[in-house]
């Protein structure tokens, strides 16, 4: 997806170009209703497409539809499309227009000037549109490249091993991701095994305070990782040198387990520290047990895709139950209700003076 240009981008651009061709022009009369039709031209086309390469929320990946949902709103996010769309739309008309004027006009500058500066107002009244989508498609593009795979979800308190025991079982090195709501990079991994491939997925640093501290878009957001998971790995360090106690950790495993319906196996990392009964034991440092860890989690694999497809149309349907069925095409831009676009801007007016 490419980068979404602000309104003075996509003005200067086009302005460039219409001038750049005007300049070819002998006569003058033909060169200037040239220049507003192709400044229109341009601009109109630019905006179509934004529009059209957005991806369609209700083509994303589940993942990636709540995160966009719970971090700007997919209400919003159409809002800002439509907006979009109006001002192609009216770029349009009102180049169209102009352009018919000019044809009976004496003073074809005048008419030239009107029509590029009502043109650059309708670009300028969604500029704040342009530059929310283009805050949303940074971070589409930086989430993690979470593929639709039989996915283990590795949770647990820091310094626990979470990153460790991905490391150790990944095929190649793991993707550092980032979250938009965290500061913290997590690892996302990858293994082959003859059933498909498996991912690894860490959980971001929102899972190192109590749940009552967490703020509400951390506590969605651990909600849609929790829902990519097909089962989760817990880990938890009995050592206590990540620096919690292990009630604690306990604590946040029930937590955790309260949260999902998938599998989840729990697992005492740092085996070679300190043991304890019970409990399924490893050391990601000397890899004792990290086999049998993978084992209890490859053996929920054959249930793959079956159970993750039918979750995925739940989580869909839950998280926008009116939406779902609304038409979101490509047209749908022309449909946006009319703004209010007689005020002129006068401001691009100097880059056009003769
Ligand atoms: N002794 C011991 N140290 C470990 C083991 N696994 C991880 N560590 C150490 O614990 C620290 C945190 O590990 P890391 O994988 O980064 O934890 P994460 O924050 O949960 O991802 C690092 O210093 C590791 O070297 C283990 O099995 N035994
Ligand atoms: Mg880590």
Not at 259 to 268: K, L, R
Request: charged share 30%; aromatic share 8%; hydrophobic share 40%.
């Amino acid at each position: 997806m490419p980068t979404i240009p602000t309104a003075d981008e996509i003005l200067d651009r086009s302005f460039r170009r219409a001038a750049a061709k005007m300049k070819e022009k002998r006569n003058k009369d033909r060169a200037n209703n040239e220049f507003l039709m192709s400044v229109t031209a341009s601009v109109h086309d630019k905006l179509v497409s934004i529009i059209q390469k957005f991806p369609e929320m209700e083509e994303l990946p589940p993942f990636y539809f709540q995160m966009v949902d719970i971090l700007y709103g997919v209400e919003r996010l159409k809002k800002a499309l439509g907006a979009v769309g109006w001002a192609a739309k009216n770029t349009r008309e009102k180049g169209y227009q102009l352009s018919a004027k000019m044809r009976r006009s004496d003073d074809k500058i005048a008419v030239r000037k009107q029509g590029v500066a009502r043109i650059a107002s309708i670009v300028h009244q969604v500029d704040g549109e342009l530059r929310f989508l283009n805050q949303v498609r940074n971070v589409l593009r930086k989430l993690p490249h979470v593929s639709d795979e039989y996915t283990v979800v590795v949770a647990g308190y820091p310094n626990v091993g979470k990153s460790s025991f991905i490391q150790l079982v990944s095929t190649a090195t793991p993707e550092v991701a980032a979250y938009p709501f965290t500061t913290k990079g997590v690892i996302l991994g990858h293994r082959n095994e003859p059933a498909g491939r498996v991912q690894f997925v860490d959980t971001p640093g929102i899972l190192d305070r109590p749940a009552d501290e967490r703020n509400p878009i951390e506590k969605q957001a651990l909600c849609a990782l929790m829902n990519i998971a097909d089962a989760i790995l817990f880990i938890i360090d009995a050592s206590e040198h990540c620096g919690y106690q292990f009630e604690e950790q306990e604590q946040l495993r029930a937590e955790v387990e309260e949260m999902v319906s998938v599998p989840m196996v729990t697992v005492i990392n740092k085996s070679d520290l300190v043991k304890k009964e019970g409990y399924m034991l490893m050391s990601t440092k000397s890899s004792e047990g990290v086999d049998e860890v993978l084992t209890a989690l490859l053996a929920y694999q054959s249930g793959y895709p079956a159970q993750h497809l039918a979750r995925s149309a739940m989580i869909l349907e839950s998280s926008t139950p009116e939406e779902t069925t609304l038409e979101y095409s490509k047209p749908f831009y022309w449909e946006v209700e009319e703004k209010d676009s007689d005020k002129t801007d006068e401001s691009l007016e100097r880059d056009l003076q003769d």
